[in-house]
Nanobody, 124 residues
Framework: QVQLVESGGGLVQAGGSLRLSCAAS????????MGWFRQAPGKEREFVAT????????YYSDSVKGRFTISRDSAKNTVYLQMNNLKTEDSAIYYC?????????????????WGQGTQVTVSS
């Protein structure tokens, strides 16, 4: 079992920045590849960012590429999502997720564990 706890969400003006954190506990952090998803009201949960299985590469959705950066601190069992130049359309609940299986990294079904989410609201 893996427990994931997100933090760092909040209210920010368009053009601003936020850094989300996801602290993992339970089974060995390095056994899982972490990722971020988000879900806006009335919309499906969508992929935001993740690492390759080797952790040497990162993947981003087209909507956040160039503005968001995913990073990890293995010593702290924590994954981060630095979000810059935020737009109103980035407003959503952001979820941290962990996967151990193979499969498309942008698919929800590829992930084994999920956090409870943290709200990000971007005002105009």
């Amino acid at each position: 079992q893996v427990q994931l706890v997100e933090s760092g969400g909040g209210l920010v003006q368009a053009g601003g920045s936020l850094r989300l954190s996801c602290a993992a506990s339970g089974r060995t952090f390095n056994n899982y590849v972490m990722g971020w998803f988000r879900q806006a009201p009335g919309k499906e949960r969508e992929f935001v960012a993740t690492f390759s299985r080797s952790r040497s590469n990162t993947y981003y959705s087209d909507s956040v590429k160039g503005r968001f950066t995913i990073s990890r601190d293995s010593a702290k069992n924590t994954v981060y999502l630095q979000m810059n130049n935020l737009k109103t359309e980035d407003s959503a609940i952001y979820y941290c997720a962990a996967r151990s299986r193979t499969g498309p990294v942008q698919n929800l079904g590829s992930y084994d564990y999920w956090g409870q989410g943290t709200q990000v609201t971007v005002s105009s």
